[in-house]
Nanobody
Framework: QVQLVESGGGLVQAGGSLRLSCAASRSIFSNSAMSWYRQAPGKQREFIATITKGGSTNYADSVKGRSAISRDNAKSTVYLQMNSLKPEDTAVYYC?????????WGQGTQVTVSS
């Protein structure tokens, strides 16, 4: 069974940092690029960052330079380090991966940035 479980969200002041984690089933982690998306209230879900199996990364312009995605292959976990957080970063953050044509999502973790 494929599972993606996010953690690490919370309430933080503007300018602060958070590290989100996504623990994945080994079957999907070993065979997939891993990505983070977010969805703010009343807005569409948007891409944030992705990391391939080989460690190549790509970021949305909205977080480039403030965020870093990484993966720990031993723990089947992908991380999203977010720095210099802004109120507009407030959203539910989701982990995402695809395997054999099926897209999987975690349940999400709430990030709230106060001004």
């Amino acid at each position: 069974q494929v599972q993606l479980v996010e953690s690490g969200g919370g309430l933080v002041q503007a300018g602060g940092s958070l590290r989100l984690s996504c623990a994945a089933s080994r079957s999907i982690f070993s065979n997939s690029a891993m990505s983070w998306y977010r969805q703010a209230p009343g807005k569409q879900r948007e891409f944030i960052a992705t990391i391939t199996k080989g460690g190549s990364t790509n970021y949305a312009d909205s977080v480039k330079g403030r965020s870093a995605i990484s993966r720990d292959n031993a723990k089947s976990t992908v991380y999203l380090q977010m720095n210099s957080l802004k109120p507009e970063d407030t959203a539910v953050y989701y982990c995402n991966a695809g395997l054999y044509g099926v897209i999987y999502w975690g349940q999400g973790t709430q990030v709230t940035v106060s001004s």
